[in-house]
């Protein structure tokens, strides 16, 4: 008996021996934290992208986690700021046991802004778990709807336009030549094909009474003086680019620093205009017409097919003569260099440059004869290209009943023009702002830059040159882009010289730029679409006519 009890007792010091010092085992260790991640979230109800556009201005954003949130933590992990990066103040609210929390802006938001949203990966649970991988969302509130302007009739809109984008010619005009600068930024670079624009629209300013006729005959006196006399020309031909003061070439390139022929071909367009609209016995406008006879009359346009090919080229330099190597072939807005090399009574091109030149015979892209948004396109590339193909050219020469051997050239600027309109209204891209009233693909500045905007290289930049520019085609379209342009969007786009440049509601940006090759289309191609006064006064050149029936052109007025 006394071995059993010692046995027991010898067993009991072994078990106890077994823990440490004779204390008793400690707990298991408590679980890991686990992480977690974001759930869900909506934007105004809306589930939510990391971009969101058109959000409303007191919008809330709700986030779903996977896991009760530490409020302690939310402050410095959760930030709400607008573009630059100013903190946005906010009610922070929580539900459903902590795992959601809502963002309330406490006052509205600015209007066609940008904000951020952000969730760092430090944000923490109530078992002190983090947040696995943070996120950013960027939001872009509401357009602001309301009229900036007073509301005035359709006719007196386009009289205010046509008025306010004609100071860009006459106020901005450089002092010394007369002549347009490139673009509101560009102290003495005078553009030649701006230029002949810029005549077009001084015409078209004098008819509607900005001006007298004496006053313009003045200042048209001082750019043709200018031009005949003082500024460089090579081959009769212009550079794109002059000092407006000194008349000296100033290159556009390195290798273009020379004769640019369509440049050339815009400002002879100018200034047969103005040489028709002056057709007084005054003796100043006679001297007029003369000096500019003598610098049509000077444009070498058959040495430009560089040793009698049959095409023209675009390029000549003093320095590299023929190393820019740039045919003219169309589709594109150069129909109306081929016009007036065609027209020329001194240097005149035969018909073959026009049909193997330009046309290419129908091919390498000229003929398109597609269809586009269900709208036939008769030349050019896919879905017609940038709008000024259907601009340049078309300010003089009248599209109306116009036809050749490969279209018919209202259905060609009509169609071209209609496809532009219905891919902004289709938006491919989704490009926030695109609508029936917003819309317009052209070449124009851009952020950082400048592109040929089209249906098929759509940043998402407008440019309101396109749509205004394309009255004569699409008059009740281009109604609704000028009502919304100015009444919605006026406070931001409209300035001292009519409409800047471009614009993208998507990326918040508006032109602070005006560029003589856009405000020039716009005043004479309304006034065309009113009157049809450029075209008139051009094609009632007896050269023009005389050019365009040998190309094969038929037309009411030819």
């Given at each position: 008996?006394?071995?059993?009890?010692?046995?027991?007792?010898?067993g009991?010091?072994?078990?106890?021996?077994?823990?440490?010092?004779?204390d008793?085992?400690?707990?298991?260790?408590?679980?890991?934290?686990?992480?977690?991640?974001?759930?869900?979230w909506?934007?105004?109800?809306?589930?939510?992208?990391?971009?969101?556009?058109?959000?409303?201005?007191?919008?809330?954003?709700?986030?779903?986690?996977?896991?009760?949130?530490?409020?302690?933590?939310?402050a410095?992990?959760?930030?709400?700021?607008?573009?630059?990066?100013?903190?946005?103040?906010?009610t922070v609210?929580?539900?459903n046991?902590d795992?959601?929390?809502?963002?309330?802006?406490?006052?509205?938001l600015?209007?066609?802004?940008?904000?951020?949203v952000t969730?760092?990966?430090?944000?923490?649970?109530t078992?002190?778990?983090r947040l696995v991988?943070?996120?950013?969302?960027?939001?872009?509130?509401?357009?602001?709807s309301?009229?900036?302007?007073?509301?005035?009739?359709?006719?007196?809109?386009?009289?205010?336009?046509?008025?306010?984008?004609?100071?860009y010619?006459w106020?901005?005009?450089h002092?010394v030549?007369g002549?347009?600068?490139?673009?509101?930024?560009s102290?003495?670079?005078?553009?030649?094909?701006?230029?002949?624009?810029?005549?077009?629209?001084?015409?078209t300013g004098?008819?509607?009474?900005?001006?007298?006729?004496p006053?313009?005959?003045?200042?048209l006196?001082t750019?043709?003086?200018?031009?005949?006399?003082?500024?460089?020309?090579?081959?009769?031909?212009f550079?794109h680019?002059?000092?407006?003061?000194?008349?000296?070439a100033?290159?556009?390139?390195?290798?273009?620093?020379?004769a640019?022929?369509?440049?050339?071909?815009?400002l002879?367009?100018g200034?047969l205009?103005?040489?028709?609209?002056?057709?007084?016995a005054d003796?100043?406008?006679?001297t007029?017409?003369?000096?500019?006879?003598?610098?049509?009359?000077?444009?070498?346009?058959?040495?430009?097919?560089?040793?009698?090919?049959?095409?023209?080229?675009?390029?000549?330099s003093?320095?590299?003569?023929?190393?820019m190597?740039?045919?003219?072939?169309?589709w594109?807005?150069?129909?109306?260099?081929?016009?007036?090399?065609?027209?020329?009574?001194?240097?005149?091109?035969?018909p073959?440059?026009?049909?193997?030149?330009w046309?290419?015979?129908?091919t390498?892209?000229f003929?398109?004869?597609g269809?586009?948004y269900?709208?036939?396109?008769?030349?050019?590339?896919?879905?017609g290209?940038?709008l000024f193909?259907?601009?340049?050219?078309?300010?003089g020469?009248?599209?109306?009943?116009?036809?050749?051997?490969?279209?018919?050239?209202?259905?060609?600027?009509t169609?071209?023009?209609r496809i532009?309109?219905?891919?902004?209204?289709?938006n491919?891209?989704?490009?926030?702002?695109y609508?029936?009233?917003?819309?317009?693909?052209t070449?124009?500045?851009?952020?950082n830059g400048?592109?040929?905007?089209?249906?098929?290289?759509?940043?998402?930049?407008?440019?309101?040159t396109?749509?205004?520019s394309?009255?004569?085609?699409?008059p009740i379209?281009?109604?609704k882009a000028?009502?919304?342009?100015?009444?919605?969007?006026?406070d931001?786009?409209?300035?001292?010289y009519?409409?800047?440049?471009?614009?993208?509601?998507k990326?918040?940006?508006?032109?602070d730029?005006?560029?003589a090759?856009?405000?020039g289309?716009?005043i004479?191609?309304?006034?065309?679409?009113?009157?049809?006064?450029l075209?008139?006064?051009?094609?009632?050149?007896p050269?023009v006519?005389?050019?365009?029936?040998?190309?094969?052109f038929?037309?009411?007025?030819?």
């Open positions: 008996m006394r071995r059993i009890v010692s046995s027991i007792i010898v009991c010091c072994i078990f106890v021996a077994c823990g440490k010092g004779g008793p085992a400690p707990p298991p260790p408590p679980p890991a934290p686990v992480n977690f991640g974001i759930s869900s909506t934007v105004n109800g809306v589930p939510g992208q990391t971009i969101n556009y058109n959000v409303p201005r007191n919008a809330p954003i709700r986030f779903q986690f996977g896991a009760a949130i530490n409020r302690a933590t939310v410095s992990n959760i930030r709400f700021q607008d573009n630059s990066a100013v903190a946005i103040n906010a609210s929580y539900s046991g795992s959601v929390i809502i963002l309330q802006p406490t006052s509205p600015n209007y066609l802004s940008r904000y951020h969730v760092t990966d430090q944000l923490k649970s078992t002190g778990g991988t943070g996120t950013d969302l960027t939001l872009t509130t509401i357009i602001d309301s009229r900036k302007f007073p509301i005035i009739t359709d006719n007196e809109l386009l009289e205010l336009v046509q008025k306010q984008t004609f100071k010619f106020d901005f005009g002092p030549s002549l347009a600068r490139e673009r509101n930024t102290g003495e670079t005078i553009t030649s094909g701006g230029s002949g624009f810029g005549m077009m629209s001084i015409v004098i008819s509607r009474g900005f001006i007298t006729r006053q313009g005959l003045t200042r006196q750019m043709v003086s200018f031009l005949k006399n003082t500024a460089q020309k090579f081959h009769g031909a550079p680019w002059l000092n407006g003061s000194t008349g000296v100033i290159p556009f390139s390195t290798k273009d620093n020379g640019d022929l369509v440049e050339t071909s815009y002879m367009m200034l205009t103005a040489r028709q609209y002056f057709n007084t003796p100043a406008e006679v007029l017409r003369n000096d500019i006879n003598s610098i049509w009359n000077g444009v070498e346009w058959n040495w430009f097919r560089q040793n009698n090919q049959n095409v023209l080229y675009w390029h000549w003093p320095n590299y003569n023929w190393e190597n740039h045919p003219i072939r169309g594109n807005e150069c129909l109306i260099t081929y016009v007036l090399a065609a027209s020329s009574t001194t240097f005149s091109i035969p073959i440059v026009y049909t193997a030149g046309a290419g015979n129908g390498n892209g003929i398109n004869g269809s586009y269900g709208i036939p396109l008769p030349l050019g590339p896919a879905y290209g940038p193909f259907e601009h340049y050219s078309f300010m020469i009248k599209p109306t009943g116009l036809s050749d051997a490969y279209a018919n050239y209202q259905t060609q600027t169609n071209h023009t532009n309109y219905e891919h902004s209204r289709a491919p891209a989704n490009h926030f702002g609508s029936d009233s917003v819309w317009g693909l070449a124009s500045d851009i952020p400048y592109a040929a905007s089209s249906p098929t290289n759509d940043i998402g930049v407008i440019a309101p396109a749509a205004l394309s009255f004569p085609y699409t379209e281009s109604m000028l009502k919304f342009f100015y009444y919605v969007l006026g931001k786009l409209w300035g001292q009519g409409f800047k440049d471009a614009f993208s509601l990326d918040i940006w508006f032109a730029s005006y560029l090759i856009d405000q289309p716009i004479v191609m309304i006034e065309n679409y009113r009157t049809g006064l075209w008139n006064l051009f094609t009632s050149c050269e006519k005389a050019g365009m029936l040998s190309l094969g038929t037309a009411p007025y030819l």
